[in-house]
């Protein structure tokens, strides 16, 4: 029976979604001895204090359950978007309690309406960290039940035709299920040339077509049909459509569709062709991470810093990585990645090798780049890009709990 066929199968497993009743992600020393002794008083688990501030927790709590009270510290947020953005993200699942070197009242009122349960001005101390957390806790508690979280969205596209870029989500959304242990989907929105089903020697399920020409009829029943199962943890959503016989969607169509999936996934892969980026203009508006993926071509380059630009336009909402793929292919008008680097308007994250012997074993056998070629210095690439993403992958104490009860 497919993840489609039980909806329950989401977030199934106690042992993977528990939730920490507090975790906290700090910058300064100050703070994140205050957060350990604070920790330690309750009986918390001193390892749910971790260092780096509102980027760590978003890399973070996209393939982790959001603990119930979560310290953030938004010293290293850009702007005033970039802090609502976030916030507003991660809100949803717990009650935040955010510090600051801004002691204003817009700063107050900004860090609140962004759905904060408290707001604290750095320097703070053991004391002052233990007041906001009984308040958070009685808060919690005469509160109504907490939004349901919608889970990370992470669109992949290439910046050019040919690039990987379906290599790269299909391998992603199975490290994420398969290692991380998160329920993810991999939608493939190419509806006619896509070939994550044939990657996964799947048989698409009917419907995707359906549910974009009209997705207003989007429903989870709907949803629950549409999904095949490739692993215990992931659920691949394609067609394979006449190449003459092309979907007419409504413009907010994909956008749709995005939103209603990700409330039944932990993690949501896309498979994005680019030029639905401009049928469909505010599909960006439901993707968290946007993968550009490139080769090291100047045709490359030229379109990455025109994605990158439109991106953006979210105001600071979306995280955006440039990976160049098959580093250390000669091909003609290439250049190497540390000129790329120079000329692209952000940051190049990641550098994925050239190995075409793994991916042509893996295609053949119809299997990822973790299962048919296992020693891949690809998949190392690969494994460091989901790092970028998501952060180091956290240890479970469920192991251990389940060897004492063994003995």
Known sequence: MSLAE????????????????????????????????LAGKRGWPPAEVQRGGLAAALRQLGVIAAPEILLVDLSDAADAEEIAAGLGEIAAGSKVIALGTQNDVGMFRR?????????????????QLAAAVERAETARAAAQPVQTRRGRCIAVVGARGGVGASMVAG???????????????????????????????????????????????????????????ADARLSLFAAEEAVDDVPVMPRTAVTQLLAKLRE????????????????????????????????????????????????????????????????????????????????LETDLAAQLSFDPESVAKAAMAGRTLSVGAPKAKLLADLRALLIELVGE????????????KKS
């Not at 860090?111 to 004391?127: H, I, N, S």
């Not at 071509?297 to 600071?316: M, P, Y």
């Open 171 to 229: 391998n992603l959304a199975w490290l994420v299920a398969s290692e991380r242990e998160r329920q993810t989907g991999l939608l493939d929105l190419d509806l006619q040339y896509g070939c994550q089903a044939l990657a996964f020697d799947l048989q698409p399920a009917a419907g995707l077509r359906e549910a974009l020409e009209d997705p207003e009829r989007v429903d989870d029943s709907m949803i629950d049909n549409l999904g095949v199962k």
């Open 111 to 127: 860090v609140m309406d962004a759905g904060a349960a408290d707001y604290l001005v750095k320097p703070v101390d053991t004391k």
């Open 264 to 343: 039944s996934r932990d993690v949501l892969v896309a498979d994005l062709p680019r030029h639905l980026l401009g049928q469909q203009p505010d599909l960006l508006e439901q993707v968290t991470d946007l993968v550009l993926v490139t080769d090291l071509s100047l045709a490359g380059l030229r379109d990455c810093n025109r994605l990158v630009r439109l991106a953006k336009q979210q105001g600071g909402k979306l995280r955006v990585r440039v990976v160049a793929n098959r580093v250390g292919k000669q091909a003609p008008g290439h250049v190497g990645a540390q000129e790329f680097g120079k000329e």
């Open 6 to 37: 039980d909806p329950s199968a989401f977030s199934a497993d106690p042992g993977l979604d528990a939730r920490e009743p507090f975790g906290a992600f700090v910058s300064d020393d100050t703070a994140y001895a205050a957060a350990v002794q």
């Open 393 to 404: 992958p956290r240890k479970r104490k469920r192991a251990l709990l389940s060897f004492l």
